[in-house]
């Protein structure tokens, strides 16, 4: 008896699950779909789901008007870039939080989290003259310094409720032996850590791939990254929506294939420490 | 040996900055639409001439407006060319952030120019930005749906006309709708429509004093009207249509009219992607009877050139490519008639070719029938006729736009948007010192 509610729990379970992750893909496969439409079809109503004459005349367009790779090539070394220096300063500076913490910790830590609560445009006219100054508009540089910046609060917070997980006594045993601090975090503490570190950098490239704000207003023709290209193709007078989700679907391809495969990491990381 | 030396030195030179000059690579803003990408891919042609090479930048129209702004008020000298309208270009001038652009060649022919354009994109009788392509706005409607009702549309028709249209047509249980109008908050978009409509009832914006003007009659009548209008003839949910939403139903065959930009009647009239293309008439925008004052706007999509570039010679060679006759048989010859920009040059309308264009007269009739420096019928201090040419308009025409949205939608009456857009614009005018 009690197996039969378990497997009709189990059923509900997995039915709920499916239900809602359709919900939240649902958007994403919508814009797959148009992509392979025409023009007309993509605004045809009642709206047309899988019985359509299926083309790729849109990406066809999109190739031919684009240079995708050039914008995909940008697009990897800023979210790679910035994630990648992010992880550098984010493991000591979490390091330090978890295990040497102070009497302020506490409020460094809710100060960092702070600066992500002020509207990202209220900053948009200094960093832009600072830029002009520094001439780093339309860099691929300055555009990694500041997805990095903007960034690396989540880092260290999510660095440090991994490393606060560690029991401290291992370390100690490792600084018993001998270990330098260096040795500490390079040999014990990143190894303990990897799921955590992980899901860190891979979250913040997901971050970083989509963040469409700063990308959009620091950049021109050199440094644009895919959100630039998704931006070229959306159109205030004529309907254009086919090519649009053609650019779109060529934008997130990439992205959603690394989350693809590396949910299982992901999840571990995300929850790790939640189960005591 | 000395003197050899330096002789050659000096060749070099020359020869390096010669290149420099020729080789220029030119970084264009732009908007995505149909005409603009028509010229990206028309570019080699310019490079071929002139040996330039041209970078491309396209964004969606507010970012594009949001980047380019930024970028020349704080000189951050990342375009060569911008893409801007008509409401920016009198204003940008006056701040010196523009390069002139009345010393191009005389084989340019810049009197070909519509002189509605030229008004609209000059300031102190200079040109500071060439129209790549000019609109006005008109009616569009269905003359299998007119025949039906058993109603006509003159080519000069007024708003009663309209109406008495949009009813006979409205045929709501088959989802077809009199009248499909911009209801989407915004300067732009819907207070583009309503500024027009207002125009046409005998209405303006501001008086001589700069006093808002929202709290008269006049007003009152044209927005009644419009509400009347959109809301029992016109698609469910328009306040939340702007062009493309209009222009999607009216292509589906739902919509009985459509008062819009002119640069829609190729997109309706395409067999590719509309079902109604054979059966769509043009007809002047409507006014009302005794208003000397039709509600038709005036825009262009012109080439500026920001001051302060390094590239002004180049960047001159290639706006005076891209607004020129050649390059108006150029996209004929590769693309018809039909795709041509319109809207900016006479000589255009003057082409027996591009006279057979179904569309072409209802457009030159409708842009000479708009005039910038007076779009009322009453003195105005300003310029423009759907919007106001004044730095401080994009926030207050956005704020009214919102108001005259939720009308719309049923969320409050007529009085309520007119009072709460007055006492809006009264503020803001206030504390910009008007």
């Given amino acids: ?276 | 040996m000395y003197l050899k030396n330096a002789l050659c030195a000096a060749t070099a030179l020359t020869l390096i900055s010669t290149t420099g000059a020729f080789a220029e690579t030119l970084t264009i803003a732009t908007v995505n639409n149909g005409d603009m990408i028509r010229m990206q891919g028309l570019t080699d042609d310019f490079t071929a001439k002139t040996g330039h090479t041209v970078e491309w930048v396209t964004l969606e129209e507010n970012v594009l407006r949001q980047r380019v702004t930024q970028d020349i008020a704080a000189k951050g000298g990342q375009f060569d060319i911008m893409t801007i309208g008509m409401y920016e270009t009198p204003i940008w001038a006056a701040n010196e952030w523009l390069v002139s652009l009345e010393d191009l060649p005389a084989s340019y022919d810049k009197d070909d120019i519509l002189p509605a354009m030229r008004a609209g994109l000059s300031h102190s009788g200079n040109l500071y930005a060439a129209p790549f392509y000019g609109e006005s706005s008109m009616i569009m409607y269905r003359t299998d749906l007119m025949e039906k009702a058993g109603v006509s549309m003159p080519d000069a028709p007024t708003w009663s006309d309209v109406e008495a249209a949009a009813k006979a047509m409205t045929d709501k249980d088959n989802e077809i709708y009199g009248v499909c109008l911009r209801g989407k908050a915004g300067w732009g978009e819907n207070m583009a429509f309503i500024t027009t409509v207002a125009n046409s009832f005998g209405a303006r914006w501001f008086d001589e004093n700069w006093k808002p003007q929202l709290d008269t009659p006049e007003w009152k009548e044209a927005v009644s009207f419009y509400n009347n209008l959109l809301t029992s003839y016109g698609p469910p949910g328009a306040s939340t249509n702007g062009f493309n939403e209009n222009l999607a139903l009216f292509q589906q065959g739902k919509c009985g009219m459509w008062i819009d930009a002119t640069v829609a009647a190729s997109f309706v009239t395409n067999p590719n992607d509309s079902t109604v293309a054979d059966k769509v008439g043009f007809a002047l925008a409507p006014n009302k009877e005794g208003v000397d004052k039709r509600a038709n706007w005036l825009w262009a999509w012109a080439l500026a050139i920001p001051a302060g570039t390094q590239k002004e010679a180049a960047a001159k060679q290639f706006i005076e490519w891209a607004t020129s006759k050649d390059y108006i048989e150029l996209v004929a010859s590769k693309e018809g008639w039909a795709n041509v920009p319109p809207g900016a040059r006479t000589s255009l309308y003057e082409n027996p070719e591009y006279q057979k264009v179904p569309f072409a007269k209802m457009t030159l009739e409708s842009i000479n029938a708009a005039n910038p420096d007076s779009p009322t019928v009453q003195p105005v201090p300003y310029v423009g006729i759907q919007y106001v040419a004044i730095p401080e308009w994009a926030g207050i025409g956005t704020a009214a736009g919102q108001e005259f949205s939720a009308m719309v939608a049923g969320q409050q009456s007529v009085d309520e948007a007119l009072a709460k857009a007055q006492a809006n614009t009264a503020e803001e005018m206030e504390a910009a010192g008007y």
Avoid: C, H
């Fill in chain 1, 1 to 276: 008896m009690a197996r039969a509610v378990t497997t009709r729990r189990k059923t509900i379970n997995t039915i709920a699950a499916w239900a809602i992750g359709l919900l939240i893909f649902f958007p994403i496969l919508w814009t797959i779909l148009t992509s392979f439409k025409t023009e007309a079809q993509a605004i045809n109503d009642p709206p047309l789901f899988f019985f359509f004459d299926w083309t790729l005349e849109n990406y066809a367009i999109v190739q031919e008007r684009s240079d995708y790779m050039r914008y995909l090539w940008n697009s990897v070394i800023i979210a790679g870039g910035s994630t990648l220096l992010g992880i550098v300063i984010g493991v000591p500076a979490a390091w330090s939080m978890a295990f040497v913490p102070s009497k302020r910790t506490k409020d460094i830590l809710m100060w960092m989290l702070s600066t992500k609560m002020l509207p990202a445009v209220g900053v948009l006219y200094p960093i832009y003259l600072l830029f002009i100054k520094l001439g780093l508009l339309d860099t691929r540089f300055g555009l990694t310094i500041v997805l990095m910046l903007i960034n690396l609060p989540i880092i260290i917070w999510m660095l440090y409720t991994y490393f606060k997980e560690i029991p401290g006594e291992i370390l100690e045993a490792a600084r018993m032996d001998g270990a330098t601090l260096k040795e500490e975090i390079l040999y014990i503490l990143t190894p303990m850590a990897i799921p955590g570190i992980a899901s860190t950098v891979l979250l913040n490239i997901i971050l970083a791939w989509n963040e469409a704000f700063w990308t959009l207003n620091l950049t021109a023709a050199k440094a644009a990254p895919l959100t630039a290209f998704i931006a070229s193709y959306s159109s205030p007078e004529g309907l254009f929506y086919a090519k649009l989700s053609a650019a779109s679907t060529m934008a997130i391809a990439p992205i959603l294939i690394l989350g693809w495969f590396s949910q299982k990491q992901l999840v571990r990381g995300l929850t790790f420490g939640a189960v005591k």
